[in-house]
């Protein structure tokens, strides 16, 4: 199994990515990302064996208070990468970030080595994205997180295998 951690939006923050998303001007051969596939990946897993399943999401659930963030920039990364990005990352977020890479690395998984940049990502093969300029507003109050299934090529490539509520 391929695993994540992330932030899954709402109808309401998904209606906004999405609305976001198709205020670029897009050129041919840019891969708009479908709305049923926006996140924001809090920690890419990778590749675990099925038989660890139960342990994981038993071990993955974690204490956090509610906290909200805004996007407010666009970028257009390296590889043609788009994304929405956050000027200042949430202290919530950085704590709900750090606390499950512990646990991550208490459960013998791995962990994100780079620098931790809050985004998601609106297209690939963005080579010539135009973003829309100034980003539309977007508010997320965060109320869970969720382990998330990656299977590359199906139909629908994400599946929500956990979701883990806010304590507080």
């Known amino acids: 199994m391929r695993l994540f951690l992330a932030l899954w939006p709402d109808a309401g923050v ?3 990515l999405v609305r976001q998303r198709d205020a ?5 051969g840019t891969r708009l990302m479908r709305p049923d596939t926006l996140h924001l990946t809090l920690h890419y897993i990778g ?4 038989s660890r399943l ?3 999401r038993h071990g993955l659930k974690i ?3 509610p906290f909200a963030f805004g996007l407010e920039r666009t970028d257009l990364w390296r590889h043609g990468i788009a994304v929405l990005a956050t000027d200042a990352m949430a202290p919530g977020m950085a704590a709900l970030h750090a606390a499950l890479g ?3 690395a208490d459960l013998g998984l791995p962990t994100d ?3 931790f940049h809050p985004h998601v990502t609106l297209a690939r093969r963005a080579g010539r994205l135009v973003p829309a300029i100034p980003p539309l507003p977007l508010r997320w109050q965060v109320r869970d997180y969720v382990l998330v299934e990656s ?3 199906q139909e629908s490539p994400y599946t929500v295998l956990e979701r883990y509520p806010a304590t507080a």
Request: no cysteine.
């Open 14 to 16: 998904r209606r906004a």
């Open 24 to 28: 670029w001007s897009a050129a041919a």
């Open 54 to 56: 139960a342990e994981i």
């Open 151 to 153: 299977r590359p090529g």
């Open 102 to 104: 512990k646990r991550l």
């Open 63 to 65: 204490p956090f208070a």
């Open 47 to 50: 590749h675990v064996p099925r």
């Open 113 to 115: 080595s780079a620098d």
